[in-house]
């Protein structure tokens, strides 16, 4: 019972600082919220106001391709949870990223050892790329949890033999959700699958089984439900567009294979270093590695068929993405971390701990990770935080809040580089609900008007824009700075 008890504590103080380490950035609204989050937060917002379901999803690298509508579906339940509060949407986003963490501690214990299952949740509470994660809103961050649960899905297929139907539906339902959340993954991940049918017994089994490859396929039909409605609804508009693709590529940037190869290597070196805290932790757990393998192969231990699966996953997917010959983007295989992670503990669980002194060897390393990670988050905490991202926008619209009756008219014009403010749009129609604000006007009311001028890297663009809106008459204008945003409020002088 005490052992229970202290299993649990350890888990639970994991989950603790986890939550620790990205609490103040969610306190101080430093988030990062562009136009791709104000877009997406106005299309959950439609759901719940219209009553309108979309088919399709925000747009992808590719014209006329998109990605899946599932994500503007759940973006509609932290809306209606925290009434459209744009914070909300990031602390939902935390919610199902502990979650994550707490299944990853549960299954890996479970399936390994408690120790070890410990490890991987101090692990991830402390890694650069899994804060970053659970901190951003965006499409493709949702494809960590589908690819979660269909990685835990299929060490269920590889280590049961009798697994119930409802195993293999979760398991096409998950892997359809990881090519809607992020189309890219799912265009090289349902192939990479596939082909792993013909080389693992465990797989080729359920290919054989009418019953399961049904359960399977009614998964991953109702992944793309709304998808193929679309298609349908449209006369395959995408379906068309992805095949013009494959059949005849538009290529931005070419590059001879020798350049693919090598771009691709490092693509996966950062993935790989990317999940580490500093370059310390990495070479160790790289040596870590080296030793384990070298340990099994002279032992003669046999590596799980899991272990090779996984393995063969990041291969293939490898492999895959040197068929693309244009820029291919880090966030195309979002995700893929969690199998780099899986495959390094299911690897390390293959050393006993049963065999002499490895029980400590496991304490030792966790205790030096636990030590030094505290010492960062104490030296960090004590830096002042830098306001931005969310908290800039919020406290621009917060200037002309307080300056502007909810009862009266008044002019904004925005000027943002990416033409379209969504950014601002979605805080105004969040503040328009509340009841603190009236939908402004292009036009100007009693000789006044606010400008939201952001700062452009094009900056005769910016001066034009400037040029044509600014009033040609004699006026005063007040600007008020927030980091590189200017507010400026415009008055017209009496002729």
């Known amino acids: 019972m005490k052992k229970k008890i202290f299993q649990v504590g350890g888990f639970i103080g994991a989950a603790i600082l986890y939550i620790m380490v990205r609490l103040p950035s969610l306190i101080s609204h430093s988030v990062a919220y562009t136009y791709d989050q104000g877009r997406d937060f106005i299309a959950g917002a439609n759901i719940i106001l219209t009553h309108h379901l979309p088919f399709i999803g925000p747009t992808t690298g590719i014209s006329g391709l998109f990605h899946g509508s599932w994500w503007y579906y759940y973006l509609s339940i932290p809306y209606f949870i925290f009434k459209g509060l744009p914070i909300g949407f990031y602390y939902a986003n935390l919610c199902i990223h502990l979650f994550c963490l707490l299944v990853i501690m549960w299954f890996v214990g479970k399936k390994t050892n408690y120790i070890l299952g410990l490890f991987t949740g101090l692990f991830i509470a402390f890694s650069p790329y899994f804060i970053f994660t659970s901190l951003f809103v965006g499409n493709n961050i949702m494809v960590l949890p589908s690819l979660l649960l269909f990685l835990i899905t299929n060490y269920f297929i590889f280590k049961e033999k009798n697994n119930k139907l409802l195993l293999y539906f979760f398991n096409g339902l998950f892997l359809g959700f990881v090519a809607e959340f992020e189309l890219s993954f799912g265009l090289f991940i349902i192939p990479t699958y596939i082909i792993a049918h013909l080389l693992f017994p465990q797989l080729r089994r359920v290919v054989k089984n009418v019953k399961t490859i049904s359960f399977t396929f009614c998964g991953l039909a109702i992944a793309f439900l709304p998808r193929a409605l679309f298609e ?104 893929i971390q969690y199998i780099i992670v899986f495959s390094m503990i299911f690897l390390f669980a293959q050393i006993s701990l049963k065999v002499k002194y490895m029980k400590y060897v496991y304490i030792c390393i966790i205790s030096i990770f636990f ?83 952001e700062a452009d890297s094009y900056k005769k663009r910016r001066d034009d824009w400037l040029a044509i809106h600014e009033p040609k008459d004699k006026n005063e204008v007040t600007i008020t700075t927030f980091k590189d945003v200017e507010v400026r409020h415009y008055k017209i002088l009496p002729k």
């Open 232 to 335: 349908l609804k449209n006369g395959f508009e995408q379906t068309k567009v992805l095949l013009s693709f494959f059949s005849k590529p538009k290529l931005y940037n070419p590059k001879p294979f020798n350049d693919i190869l090598y771009d691709r290597v490092l693509l996966f070196l950062g993935y790989w270093k990317g999940i580490f805290p500093n370059e310390y932790w990495c070479y160790f757990f790289s040596i870590a590695i080296i030793f384990t393998l070298v340990y099994l192969i002279v032992k003669k231990k046999k590596i799980s068929t899991y272990v090779l699966f996984l393995g063969y996953l990041l291969l293939g997917l490898f492999l895959f993405s040197l068929t693309y010959k244009d820029n291919f983007w880090g966030n195309y295989y979002e995700g």
């Open 371 to 453: 030590i030094t990670q505290i010492f960062s988050l104490v030296q960090s905490n004590q830096k002042k935080p830098i306001k931005d991202g969310l908290a800039i926008q919020e406290d621009v619209m917060n200037l002309i809040l307080s300056k502007e009756s909810t009862k009266k008219d008044f002019c904004l014009r925005i000027y943002t580089p990416p033409v379209i403010p969504h950014t601002y749009n979605y805080l105004l129609l969040y503040n328009k609900l509340q009841g603190k604000i009236n939908t402004p006007s292009s036009e100007w009311i009693d000789g006044t008007c606010w400008f939201i001028v």
